[in-house]
């Protein structure tokens, strides 16, 4: 099985505290959350299957940013 990795990096003007990256399916399901702990941060997505996915980067309430990711197979 291939590694399928998403890498994420905070600007060092916000603290990486209380930042989650969340994926959610096309039905809304969160699908995965990881608690982003550095700056820069490799978020390992082999556990979801093939498909389109939403992603929130969320700090308490607040957005920090939003897309689409697609994993091919």
């Not at 905070?10 to 809304?28: A, H, L, Q």
């Amino acid at each position: 099985m291939r590694t399928i990795k998403i890498y994420i990096s905070i600007k060092k003007i916000i603290k990486p505290d209380n930042i989650n990256f969340i994926v959610y399916d096309v039905m809304g399901k969160m699908v995965l959350k990881e608690k982003i702990l550095s700056f820069k941060q490799g978020i390992d997505l082999k556990k979801i299957g093939s498909g389109m996915y939403l992603f929130l980067l969320r700090n308490n309430n607040n957005i920090l940013a939003r897309g689409k990711i697609i994993i091919k197979n």
